[in-house]
């Protein structure tokens, strides 16, 4: 039998080494060492690692690639973003955020990024950026999931129209409800917005995605009202909390009665590691608090907890790539949480837990299952968080549709040449 593609000696995130991967139409066909057949392409990972493809299951694809316009912001803050984009929102244009977002998707993709649930702001009574972003997720299903989310960033009541445009969003065809609570006039306003929210995705059949809680304020607690709504709902698996900083400061005792409510809604949470270090703390002096939500408490638990970018170049974040390893590499750091079990857990944390809260169907390195892949400069996923590894090949649907050279550097010294891959260095011991 002749497969399409066969992925030669390969090493798989749970351990297993040495495996081949065939694939035929578009589906992985075999995993198994030694796979003796003709296929039309052959590449040999060399006992790297194929890991299925990063997701990021919290972005802003219509305010990525505009940093600097109209200005940039001066005090790093959340607020001074948001009003940064205030201006920016009636100066878009169509096809500039098609064209921002194309360009974001070409550099996701070299990152082996292959799936991406991005807010898209429904505060703009023209729906600019949802009408560019449908757009956008058609042209890019080929090679990406995009799934939206209608998000109302100047706040689902405090903005005159988003009730409206939500709903409107939502008739266009985007996927997902999203709301912003801690952005509210006040938390009772919040907590109704989280009422009324999940009562749309409950009607609609629809998953709920809602920004809450971001900020260092320990009584911000409207995962609590999104925890209870999902159970009086039975919205159990559909529902996910975004950032959740506030978390970070909150009483413990009152914690160790939230984390099992969470527990008992079976509600994802969504950290954003580079974001959240960089954008909570602000109103502090010393000692500044890093503000991720408490991860390691919540894996503790039992509640899942993906890892998301949020922002690259725009109106909150200078920086950013696409690069979900980066964000791995960032949540270890700020947690922090530095054990081997940790580390191997992040890089679950930017693949199977964020595909898990977007539903994506067949995602996984498993027989059956779409061949989407990616060959990585890496023996394992520890080595690929540490290294930030080189995306050597981006299979999706059975094709390569991203290559780049291994990295490395040819040293000349004290007249003797070598050769330094960074990937080269394996630790002592395996734990
Ligand atoms: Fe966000």
């Known amino acids: ?26 589906r ?5 060492p030694a796979i003796a057949a003709e296929a039309g392409r052959v590449i040999d990972a060399g006992g790297r690692l194929v890991a299925p493809p990063f997701v990021d299951c919290h972005f802003h694809m219509d305010a990525t690639l505009s940093l600097g316009l109209p200005r940039m912001n001066q005090s790093g803050t959340l607020l001074e973003g948001i009003a940064l984009w205030g201006e920016l929102k009636p100066l878009l244009t ?35 950026a949802v009408e560019a972003l449908l757009h956008v997720r058609e042209k890019v299903k080929p090679y990406l999931d995009l799934q939206l989310v209608a998000f109302p960033q100047d706040g689902y009541y405090r903005f005159p129209t988003a009730v409206k445009n939500l709903e409107r969003a939502l008739d266009m ?23 009324a929210l999940c009562e749309i995705a409950a009607t609609r059949g629809l998953l709920v995605d809602l920004h809450c809680d971001e900020s260092d304020d320990p009584m911000s607690r409207h995962i609590e009202t999104l925890a ?13 909390g975004s950032h959740l900083t506030s978390m970070h400061s909150m009483d413990n005792y009152y914690v160790s009665k939230l984390l099992p409510l969470m527990k008992e809604a079976g509600v994802y949470a969504i950290a954003n590691p580079l974001i959240n270090i960089t954008l909570q703390g602000r109103h502090d002096t010393y000692p500044r608090r890093r503000g991720l939500t408490r991860i390691p408490e919540m894996r503790a638990m039992g509640i899942p907890v993906a890892l998301g970018q949020d922002c690259c170049m725009d109106p909150w974040y200078g920086l950013g790539s696409g690069d979900m390893l980066d964000v791995a590499n960032m949540a270890v750091h700020a947690v922090p949480m530095t054990s081997r079990e940790a580390i191997a857990w992040s890089f679950d944390a930017v693949t199977k837990v964020p595909a898990a809260v977007m539903g994506l169907e067949g995602y996984g390195l498993e027989v059956g299952k779409n061949a989407d892949f990616v060959l990585l400069q890496a023996a394992d996923p520890i080595e690929a968080v540490r290294l930030r590894a080189a995306r050597l090949a981006v299979v999706r ?35």
Not at 228 to 240: D, K, N, P, S, Y
């Open 28 to 32: 992985i066909a075999a995993i198994e």
């Open 1 to 26: 039998m002749a497969f399409d593609l066969i992925v030669k000696n390969a090493a798989l995130p749970d351990g297993r080494v040495g495996q081949d991967i065939a694939v035929s139409a578009g």
């Open 173 to 195: 065809g985007v996927d997902v409800v999203g709301g912003i609570p801690h952005f509210e006039r006040t938390m009772a306003d919040g907590a109704a917005s989280v009422r």
């Open 228 to 240: 209870a709504e999902t159970v009086r709902l039975g919205l159990q698996g559909r529902v996910a």
């Open 397 to 431: 649907r059975g094709k390569v549709i991203s290559e780049c050279a291994p990295r490395t550097a040819t040293l000349a010294i004290d007249g003797r040449p070598a050769a330094v891959d960074p990937a080269a260095y394996a630790p002592r011991t395996a734990s």
């Open 94 to 128: 169509h096809d500039a955020v098609i064209e921002r977002a194309l360009a974001y998707c070409d550099l996701a993709v070299a990152q082996g990024l292959l799936a991406v649930r991005s807010h898209v702001d429904i505060c703009d009574d023209r729906l600019l």
